[in-house]
């Protein structure tokens, strides 16, 4: 029998070229057994202060890890959460703490039993999953951003792109409503009608419902897909007006951290496309609790994977297991926590992304590139 022997911890800070070029943080963790196998798991922490805490909460719980069974992860996961109960019940920092260490579990268990991580999921039942650009817009020309990501359907190999607005850049997307639309007009002009088009409000805007019922039935006229968060979490008198007024699909639900908080806010039926981070929500365990929510209740579960190629990889691997997944968000242009970081980056081909089929999660992060990005 396998038994945990170590609990490492890994924050980095790195420059994010599809944001800009700003810094963003995560934490990664690594286990290992005394056979010398290891498992790798990540939590989206993106701040430097909620990073450098993640990582005192997953070193605070490391005796409880060490000595372990590596096979008897779901019960190492309860635990914890009862380790935690007064200070991780039902979300914050100590959720991106379990994140990590789950998924870091459930990569190890999985190259214990010599299986992709899928497979020890029960199995995919599709083998790869449309993919699309999840993106930012930066230049102050609505029609060289209307071009650019266009061509990441014509071009590169996605089914479609998201973008988010009030982000940093110049295109000030997300403020003036005939200004916005229009935006949507050269998205559709550019990508063609088949392409999946998503906007995501951000949470820098706020809209009135009067502007976002105009702004949204304006982008319905083009076929969008789904409007992401286009009001706070919890303001579901508006949701509940906007969505009467709209044909597309409302998404949200990505700031929840466990499976509670989701089914809070799916309880109004307000919510179509569930957005869930398994680097926050409680790793695949809390994931695949949500995932369950999601699938009784027939909407659409979303990985918010907009992260390292992990994140990517065990998110593809858990969506590929449910039918109730539309597509898989990846971030296009080139970065160091998916392109530098593997060996193998995870990427778009013919519109789609495969579900990986190594052993457990399928990469495993460059001990020297987590070096080069540490954050001090
Ligand atoms: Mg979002």
Redesign the pocket.
Known sequence: MSVISAVDVFPVQYPEPNDSGALRCLLFVRIRSDDGAEGWGEAVTMFPGATAATAIMVESVRELIVGRDPRANVALWHDLQAEAWWYGHRGGIFSFALSAIDVALWDLKARLAGLPLVDLLGGARVDSLPVIASTHAFDPSLEVEAERHGRYVTERGFQGF?I?MGKRGETHIGYEVGRDIEFMRLLREAAGPDAMIML???KKITWTLDDAIARVRGFDQYDLKWI??PFEPDHSDELRALRAQVSCLI?GG?REWDVHGYENALADGMIDVV?CDVGRAGGVTGALQVLAVVEREHRWFNS?A?SSAVNTAVSIALSATSDRVLLQELKPDINPMQDELVAEPIRAVDGRVAVPTGDGIGVVPELDVLKHYALS
């Open positions: 998201k988010g995501d409000r951000g992401e968060e998404a990505e957005g918010h907009w």
